[in-house]
């Protein structure tokens, strides 16, 4: 079955950075858009950001445009977002999710197909 798995969370103080990757297999990457979404605890799992089949075009979240960048290398079926100037706030766990309705972006979790285990990033003041 389809499998995303992603990496490089961590502990970083603020203001550092960090870049998440997410490994995908068993499907036609490039035919998936692919999104980012985060959940702290005692929240709701949040949009971040996505990316369209080909990576022509990205879509962020209000609250972290301009730090973070969601990029995809279709040769090596993997999407990565570089958080930059991470806050307290920023804290949750971090999941890679595809979608194969390739002709729109969806930013709500129950529109993604599939989904991979998380990895948590901290931020510390």
């Known amino acids: 079955q389809v499998q995303l798995v992603e990496s490089g969370g961590g502990l970083v103080q603020a203001g550092g950075s960090l870049r998440l990757s997410c490994a995908a297999s068993?499907?036609?990457?490039?035919?998936?858009?692919m999104g980012w979404f985060r959940q702290a605890p005692g929240k709701e799992r949040e949009f971040v950001a996505a990316i369209s089949g080909s990576g022509g075009s990205t879509y962020y979240a209000d609250s972290v445009k301009g730090r973070f960048t969601i990029s995809r290398d279709n040769a090596k079926n993997t999407v990565y977002l570089q958080v930059n100037s991470l806050k307290p706030e920023d804290t949750a766990v971090y999941y890679c999710a595809a979608d194969s309705r390739y002709w729109t972006v969806a930013r709500k979790p129950d529109e993604y197909d599939y989904w991979g285990q998380g990895t948590q990033v901290t931020v510390s003041s």
């Open positions: 068993r499907l036609t990457f490039s035919g998936y858009v």
